[in-house]
């Protein structure tokens, strides 16, 4: 009987998989100190979008200096999640079922991310600069923020209205985390995007809370890289030779798939800590084959994540290269189909499973310059550039390239 279910299940699931649209679709958590190693929160956005290839810059707001994810093309006035100087973090995951006009020109979170980071510090600096926003806004989202006061919350964002989800509160968040996708919670019941990976999330988070001791390179392994399917009941990383014993899996509904284009889990700082160390921990590309590097405002950036010569990401370059045995299939529904032998297999030879290797073993050695940075109440410069060098050297013999453009 359970495999009869399992059945009908699936070929809904494929068919959704050949029906369904394509929209802007990312992954969202605030996880707060209360379930994480070092009592310090945690913000991640978990991109899906159209445009595959992403970067990082900086750039000099109205009032703060700031970092955010781009799309490469962009020209500026736009990102998709970022940090700036004194601690204001903030991302960003559509939404479909809070509008409620018929305003035709959307989409604008990018324009809305970009000047908050630019004259944000707090919360309140949010919410005051949400009311004075011209409206209609162009925006149907939730925006997730932190500051380095401790504040942690969600606001949910049309084109004339803002209601805030505060993470804090133990009458809303009472595991101490909330995850969201592409509907909103105070939104219309039953629309919107993304239930399927809400509960994947939910689950991921909620077993763990029990433990608590959440670390950034646990999020990337459980939640940016996690092919479990919580309608389906699987886990492929558990369950891939019984449900797909050539390899060959539909993808769709999963929290990391072929419309992903970065990860960004951006590690705050306790109150009264620097805000100069508000971290953000950045995977460019397809997260599941590539690595996750900390960036920060005040430091220099590392060269790999910024625009090269052809306006990209030499590491994004080299990560979707790598995606590309992932999804091989280009002719006919062929895209909607992933290889997970090629990331994950017993032999331990996947592509997933050498980048969490890797991982774990730049993050431990990070622990040591961090501390050592916290101790210092301040980035040390040559400790940091000492530490992309050496991460530099491993995510080439990663990908076996030894160039950048």
Same mark, same amino acid.
């Given at each position: 009987?359970?495999?009869?279910?399992?059945?009908? &299940?699936?070929?809904?699931?494929?068919?959704?998989g050949? &029906?369904?649209?394509?929209?802007?679709?990312?992954?969202?958590?605030?996880?707060?100190? =209360?379930?994480?190693?070092?009592?310090?929160?945690m913000?991640l956005?978990?991109?899906?979008?159209g445009?595959?290839?992403? %970067?990082?810059?900086?750039?000099?707001?109205?009032?703060?200096?700031?970092?955010?994810?781009?799309d490469?093309?962009?020209?500026?006035g736009?990102?998709w999640?970022?940090?700036?100087?004194?601690?204001?973090?903030?991302?960003?995951?559509?939404?479909?079922?809070?509008?409620?006009?018929?305003?035709?020109?959307m989409?604008?979170?990018?324009?809305?991310?970009?000047?908050?980071l630019?004259?944000? /510090?707090?919360?309140?600096?949010?919410?005051?600069?949400?009311? =004075?926003?011209?409206?209609? #806004?162009?925006?149907?989202?939730?925006?997730?923020?932190?500051d380095?006061?401790?504040?942690?919350?969600?606001?949910?964002?049309?084109?004339?209205?803002? =209601? @805030?989800? $505060?993470?804090?509160?133990? @009458?809303?968040?009472?595991?101490?985390f909330?995850?969201?996708?592409?509907?909103?919670?105070?939104?219309?019941a039953?629309?919107g #995007?993304?239930?399927?990976?809400?509960?994947?999330?939910?689950?991921?988070?909620?077993? %763990?809370?029990v433990?608590?001791? +959440?670390?950034?390179?646990?999020?990337?392994?459980?939640?940016?890289?996690?092919?479990?399917?919580?309608?389906?009941?699987?886990?492929?990383?558990?369950?891939?030779?019984?449900?797909?014993?050539?390899g060959?899996?539909?993808?769709?509904?999963? +929290?990391? %798939?072929r419309?992903?284009?970065?990860?960004?889990?951006?590690?705050?700082?306790?109150?009264?800590?620097?805000?100069?160390?508000?971290?953000?921990?950045t995977?460019?590309?397809?997260?599941?084959?590539a690595?996750?590097l900390p960036?920060?405002?005040?430091?220099?950036?590392?060269?790999?994540?910024? /625009?090269?010569?052809?306006?990209?990401? $030499?590491?994004?370059?080299?990560?979707?290269?790598? /995606?590309?045995?992932?999804?091989?299939?280009?002719?006919?529904?062929?895209?909607?189909?992933?290889?997970?032998?090629?990331?994950?297999n017993?032999?331990? &030879?996947?592509?997933?499973?050498?980048?969490e290797?890797?991982?774990?073993?730049?993050?431990?050695?990070?622990?040591?310059?961090?501390?050592?940075? %916290?101790?210092?109440?301040?980035?040390?410069?040559? $400790?940091?550039?000492?530490?992309?060098?050496?991460?530099?050297?491993?995510?080439?013999?990663?990908?076996?390239?030894?160039?950048?453009?």
């Amino acid at each position: 009987m359970r495999k009869l279910t399992f059945s009908v &299940t699936f070929l809904f699931l494929v068919f959704l998989g050949f &029906t369904a649209q394509s929209v802007e679709a990312c992954t969202s958590a605030i996880i707060t100190g =209360k379930l994480t190693a070092d009592g310090r929160p945690m913000l991640l956005k978990h991109r899906d979008t159209g445009e595959l290839n992403n %970067r990082v810059e900086k750039f000099t707001g109205k009032k703060y200096t700031f970092i955010g994810l781009v799309d490469s093309p962009s020209t500026g006035g736009c990102v998709w999640a970022g940090t700036n100087s004194v601690g204001f973090s903030i991302v960003n995951t559509a939404s479909y079922n809070l509008k409620d006009d018929d305003v035709q020109e959307m989409d604008k979170e990018g324009e809305l991310m970009y000047k908050a980071l630019g004259s944000c /510090k707090t919360l309140k600096d949010f919410e005051q600069f949400l009311d =004075k926003y011209p409206r209609p #806004m162009q925006v149907e989202a939730n925006f997730g923020v932190i500051d380095a006061q401790g504040g942690a919350a969600y606001y949910e964002v049309n084109n004339t209205i803002w =209601k @805030k989800i $505060d993470v804090n509160d133990p @009458k809303i968040a009472p595991e101490g985390f909330l995850a969201v996708t592409n509907f909103s919670y105070t939104g219309r019941a039953n629309e919107g #995007m993304g239930y399927v990976r809400y509960h994947t999330a939910h689950q991921v988070l909620l077993e %763990r809370s029990v433990l608590g001791n +959440i670390t950034p390179h646990w999020v990337f392994s459980n939640i940016s890289r996690s092919f479990r399917h919580s309608l389906l009941g699987i886990d492929l990383r558990k369950d891939g030779e019984q449900v797909a014993p050539n390899g060959w899996f539909i993808d769709q509904d999963f +929290i990391p %798939r072929r419309s992903t284009s970065a990860s960004v889990l951006i590690q705050g700082v306790k109150p009264g800590e620097n805000a100069a160390l508000t971290t953000m921990w950045t995977v460019l590309g397809y997260p599941p084959v590539a690595l996750a590097l900390p960036l920060f405002v005040d430091g220099t950036l590392p060269e790999g994540v910024m /625009k090269n010569s052809q306006g990209r990401s $030499d590491y994004c370059d080299w990560a979707l290269s790598a /995606k590309e045995n992932v999804f091989p299939i280009t002719r006919g529904n062929g895209k909607k189909y992933l290889n997970f032998n090629v990331l994950w297999n017993n032999q331990g &030879t996947g592509f997933m499973q050498k980048v969490e290797s890797n991982e774990q073993m730049i993050h431990q050695y990070f622990q040591a310059t961090m501390e050592h940075f %916290r101790q210092q109440g301040k980035l040390v410069e040559d $400790d940091l550039m000492n530490y992309y060098q050496e991460a530099h050297f491993l995510i080439q013999q990663m990908y076996g390239t030894t160039t950048l453009h």
